[in-house]
C-alpha cells in the first residue's frame, strides 16, 4: 500500500509562505530527488498555481542546474489538482480530481507504485482532519515570518507524532520527519 505524506516548507514559526523562504542549491536538489522518486503529488488550486511558475524553465532553462533539475522534475511528476473553480489545467502532467480528496485518496493508497505526496497546505490540513497522512516531512527554514498561513490552522484534535529522522541542510534548514504516533 502507498503512503501518503505530506511534504512542506514552513518558517520556524509554522508559517507556510513562500516569499519568506528562499530555498537554495541544496534545498532545490532535495525536493528534485524528492519528485523524482514519487509516484504523484496532490496539490490544491493556489499551490498548483504557484508552481506553474516552473513551466518556463522547461523550454528557457535558466543556467542554475538545481533549479533547472526541480523544474524537470516538477513537469513530469503527474499532479491532480483539487479545485472548485479550475476548469483544466495548462501542464500536462496534470489532471483535475474527479473524486472528492477523501476517496481519490483512498483510492491512491490501494493502487501499487510510488509514494503519494502531497504539497499544499490547504489539502494537509483536510487530511490531518481525515487521518488519512502516513509521514510528515516538514522542512523547517530558519525564518521568523511574524505572520501568514500556519500549517496546523483549525486542528482540534491533539495529534501525537514520532520523529522517526532528521536531515539538515547547511542554511540551517532542517527537515523533520515524523509519523503518526501509533501507526
Known amino acids: 500500500m502507498r503512503k501518503i505524506i505530506a511534504a512542506i516548507n514552513m518558517t520556524v514559526d509554522g508559517f507556510c509562505d513562500h516569499t ?12 528534485t530527488e524528492l519528485l523524482n522518486n514519487a509516484g504523484v503529488i496532490l496539490y490544491g488550486r493556489i499551490t498548483y498555481q ?15 542546474k ?21 476548469k483544466n489545467t495548462e501542464w500536462e502532467s496534470a489532471k483535475l480530481a474527479n ?15 510510488k509514494d503519494i505526496f502531497v ?8 487530511l490531518i482532519k481525515l487521518n488519512l497522512i502516513d509521514e510528515f516531512q516538514l522542512c523547517v527554514h ?6 501568514g498561513l500556519p500549517l496546523f490552522e483549525n486542528i482540534n484534535d491533539r495529534i501525537l507524532l514520532q520523529l522517526v529522522k532528521t536531515k539538515t541542510f547547511d542554511s540551517g534548514a532542517i527537515i523533520l520527519y515524523y509519523e503518526p504516533a501509533g501507526k
Open 20 to 31: 519568506a523562504i528562499i530555498p537554495d542549491e541544496e534545498i532545490h536538489q532535495h525536493y
Open 50 to 64: 504557484l508552481m506553474e511558475f516552473w513551466q518556463p524553465f522547461i523550454k528557457n532553462p535558466s543556467g542554475e
Open 66 to 86: 538545481s533549479m533547472d533539475d526541480f523544474a524537470i522534475a516538477i513537469d513530469k511528476i503527474p499532479k491532480i489538482v483539487f479545485s472548485h473553480t479550475l
Open 99 to 113: 473524486r472528492d480528496l477523501e476517496e481519490e485518496v483512498l483510492e491512491l493508497k490501494k493502487q501499487s507504485g
Open 119 to 126: 504539497g499544499s497546505r490547504s489539502l494537509i490540513i483536510q
Open 142 to 147: 530558519p525564518v521568523v515570518a511574524g505572520s
